[in-house]
């Protein structure tokens, strides 16, 4: 089992930016690929980024790439999500998900076993 707890949500300007952590626990995280969704207001979930156990391979949504950068720390139990230049469309409500799978990166949010309870992020237009 797989605890994970986001944090570094806000209100933000747009060009901003910010930086969210996602705390696990278990020492299984480091085997795990891991995941940033968002939902906006009305909006399915959304795919945004996620990245692989060996913290080098990462995917991005285009919606989303070459602004937002995704990272882990395994000896810490973190993974975050540096975004910059921010939008109003990236408001939203953002959670890590974790994928026990040893597959190649997954973007669908079926596909992840555990989730955070999600930290909301708020670009002003």
């Known amino acids: 089992q797989v605890q994970l707890v986001e944090s570094g949500g806000g209100l933000v300007q747009a060009g901003g930016s910010l930086r969210l952590s996602c705390a696990a626990s278990g020492r299984t995280f480091r085997s795990y690929t891991m995941g940033w969704f968002r939902q906006a207001p009305g909006k399915e979930r959304e795919f945004v980024a996620a990245i692989f156990w060996d913290g080098v391979i990462t995917y991005y949504a285009d919606s989303v790439k070459g602004r937002f950068t995704i990272s882990r720390d395994n000896a810490k139990n973190t993974v975050y999500l540096q975004m910059n230049s921010l939008k109003p469309e990236d408001t939203a409500v953002y959670s890590c998900?974790?994928?026990?799978?040893?597959?190649?990166?997954?973007?669908?949010?079926?596909?992840?076993?555990?989730w955070g309870q999600g930290t909301q992020v708020t670009v002003p237009s």
């Open positions: 998900a974790a994928d026990r799978a040893n597959t190649p990166i997954r973007t669908m949010s079926y596909e992840y076993d555990y």
